[in-house]
Each structure stands twice: as structure tokens, then as C-alpha cells.
């Protein structure tokens, strides 16, 4: 029994301390403005290309071979660190047909500095915080017509290939 007792004891010890190390996390520093931000060990997970989008949505994309490819997410050409830009395609084929679905944190100013750039750019503000590409010159619209569109949130935006597609994006909790 006492034998028993040592070795529950031991391994929660080391349970705890693989749990301590796992929440201490280095400083990153973000691209050349050198800002360095330190996560909290409270941070809710990151997103993923499969959870940032209903699940439902998820599983019909994967039963059709599609998959999905991260990349740097971007508001025109400016780049929002720690974003999530998945774009979702059938890649053992050749095709443009692919949804793009994304998320990102941004603060007030940011957020400002880049729908300015982008009706700057030919886009349109909507209402609801919106901005959408002019439908004159999208490949791909919604029945809506609306083609890519990003929409503004209080510290958050997010993208998709249409309008309606931002209907199934699970924004993260902040």
C-alpha cells in the first residue's frame, strides 16, 4: 500500500511538472517593427484551419479530397501577425477552385490603417464592419454578388472568399 501510494505520488509530481513546463512559454518577437509579445499561459488555443470553421463544413470539404493550406494572413498587403489564412482546395488536382476562410487578432488602429488601404484600393464598406472587393472585379461572388470580404470586429477580423462564406467562420475567444 505504501508502496503504491509513492509511486501515484510520483507520477502526478511529474505530471505537474510537465504541465508547469508546457505553459511557460518563450517571448516571439513579430517581423522587422521588433514588438514582443509574450503569450499567457491562459491563451486560449490557437486556431486551426479545422476548427476555425464549422465542423460540418469541415467534414464535407475532407470527404470531397480537400484539404487545407495555411498561410500568412494579410489585409492587401498588409500582414496581421499571429492571423490564420486557410484556403481550401482539392490539391491532387489542378484548379483554382479553392474557399478561403481566416482570422485574425487586430487592434483598433490596425484595423483602421488597413480598411483604409483597402478603400483605397477599389473596395466597399458595408455595413456591420465590412469591407468587400468590388464585384467587377472578382473571379468568385456569392449569390449576394459580394466576392472576397473582410469583416471588422472589436480586436478581430476575418475573410473569406465571399460574403456569405464569413457565416461559417467560429471566431476564437479573445
Known sequence: MILRRAVVV???AAS???VAGCTSQPPVVHGSSGVTVTPTPDAVPA???ETLIRSDLVESLTSHNWTAETDTFRIGNIEVPGGLWCQWGDYSVASDHVQIYGWARIDAADADAA???LL???WHELDGGYVTQDSATTFNTDAD???MTYQFGDGWVTV???KQ???VIQRPAS
Open 115 to 117: 480598411r483604409a488601404q
Open 160 to 162: 473569406s472568399d465571399t
Open 10 to 12: 510520483a507520477a502526478v
Open 47 to 49: 486556431p486551426t484551419c
Open 120 to 122: 483605397k484600393d477599389g
Open 16 to 18: 505537474l511538472v510537465l
Open 145 to 147: 454578388g459580394y466576392g
Open 165 to 167: 462564406g464569413l457565416l
